[in-house]
């Protein structure tokens, strides 16, 4: 089992290679919706951007600067990246990374929970954010369809 330190630097890093995907697939939409796929995309890469500094922040007073170390952090982000890498289609390709993403948020939740290293605002962060993430995956699923 993971310690919290490594749960919560996974759990960031995923944050921010899901970030990456909706952003790039921002730009990669074309055809028919595109108008409204390259606005959908660009709601969830910005919902991501306080979550993304919120959990960071967090990271940092709990563990020391480390925590957000950009070499470790892009390793673990390419590794992300690359798992998603073989969908072409960037409506499909978000919202693999938002099913991955919530897999991992109810992990890493449960696991801190059981290890008894869940603090109050941590459990708030990972609820909302999880609570968030249940809407875009809503979204995008109601776009492949």
Not at 34 to 53: F, S, T, V
Not at 62 to 71: D, H, Q, S
Not at 122 to 138: G, K, L, P, S
């Amino acid at each position: 089992m993971q310690n919290a330190a490594q749960q919560l630097s996974d759990l960031l890093a995923t944050l921010r290679a899901t970030h990456f995907v909706h952003w790039t697939g921002h730009w990669q939409v074309k055809g028919n919706p595109y108008y409204g796929d390259h606005l959908l995309l660009q709601r969830l890469y910005e919902g991501l951007d306080n979550e993304i500094d919120t959990l960071a922040e967090k990271l940092v007073a709990m563990f020391g600067v480390e925590i957000v170390n950009p070499a470790q952090q892009s390793v673990r982000m390419n590794q992300i990246i690359q798992s998603l890498s073989s969908v072409q289609d960037p409506i499909m390709r978000s919202l693999n990374a938002e099913k991955k993403l919530m897999q991992l948020l109810e992990h890493t939740f449960k696991s801190l929970e059981k290890q008894n290293n869940l603090s109050l605002g941590m459990n708030d962060f990972i609820a909302a954010t999880a609570n968030a993430h249940e809407t875009y995956i809503y979204l995008l699923q109601q776009r492949t369809r």
